[in-house]
């Protein structure tokens, strides 16, 4: 088990020097259902997590139990969500994303192979990179599992669904698979028909100003925000590149610093030291998922042996892009996937709006013709009121995510702003201090 509680050196804030913690969003305060991933175990071809659960709710036969699921498990919850029409008024929390450790594992087994062309150093400090570079992604699908669960959770309707229940309490095997090639083709179907219907009811003036506005602000804001993602990845690639350049910059002035014993080997080694120091000895960074108002890191296990004692990972310029990765990338990701779910609750209303207006023309037509009266009526009141019920649901749910977004969003851009101040500052002593060293030699 890696535990959490670890120094994580001058680049990271500890709690102290962030301040008081800034309200969390989304966060379910009455304490009644409490969830949380508290284990994880990463295997070839899946992840086993442990789901922990804390309540005082009468549904519940037990206050306190956990469970252990899988992804299709988590996404099988989700459908159920999307297929219920008495949710249809809800923004659905987005399904978490499928874990994906395949580039990791393949950098590993590449690693292997060219144990025998690098140097013992060498290869541990490559080995040991990629270990951390495998947790961080490993506790960051265990975190975005629990986002979904934690925001379920704080659902003052979601929290009391059936399948949810069982998906907490059930303490055997719920025998959910994956989805064979029928179904995926199925879906795929589905998809093609659902965006066709789309551009059908987009057209459709909305009797709402504000539903009007929503659907326009939806859809420029998940465009926006898919642009923000694409180039914060990018710009988290290029601090990476930055650090993996220092390290080959600071092997090769070493070999060329360790050929004699001149003033200028001498030199070598000192610029070396100073490339070198921008990958320090320090413990695996903790994990900080972006706040999302119900995520908090917890210790995991998973089945790649670590190394237990401190490993060479970047420090400086490779923090700055592990930073802007869990601060800011995350975070976009994560509202591109709820931003669409807004723009599917918009969908939905749009389509009984249709269904509505569709309604009221076949009962003006059975007027006319004095024919099945009765049964048109009855549909129009049926489709009158769904409509109006989800209307206001939606409304609420709309209000309520644009208050947890924009939270979200000052929350993370405020705490990583002060971590690229912090980071500013260590390259600044880290300069100082090589001036005043090279100083010192002359």
Known sequence: MMQEDLDDGPDFLSDEDRGPRPVNVDLQTDGTLQVDISDALSERDKVKFTVHTKSTLPNFKQDEFSVVRQHEEFVWLHDAFVENEEYAGFVIPPAPPKPDFDASRDKLQKLGEGEGSMTKEEFTKMKQELEAEYLAIFKKTVAMHEVFLCRVAAHPVLR????????????QDLSIRGKNKKEKLEDFFKNVVKSADEVLVAGVKDVDDFFEHEKTFLLEYNNRIKDAAVKVDKLTKSHKSVADDNSRISSILYSLGTQDSTDLCKFFLKVSELFEKTRAKCPHPRIQLMNLGCIKTKPVLFQMQVSPGPCIIPKIEARVSADEDLKLSDLLRYYL?????????????????????????????????????????????????????????????????KTRRVAAFRKNLVELAELELKHSKGHLQLLQSCLVAFKGDS
């Open 337 to 401: 996937r709820e931003s669409q779910a807004g723009k599917d609750l918009l969908y939905r209303r749009a389509r009984s709006l249709v269904d509505y207006e569709n309604a009221n023309k076949l009962l003006d037509r059975a007027r006319s013709k004095n024919k099945d009266v009765l049964q048109a009526e009855t549909n129009q009141q049926f489709c009158c009121q769904k409509f109006e019920t989800l209307s206001e649901s939606a409304k609420q749910e709309l209000i309520d995510f």
């Open 160 to 171: 009391n669904d059936l399948n949810f229940h069982v998906f907490l309490e059930y303490n």
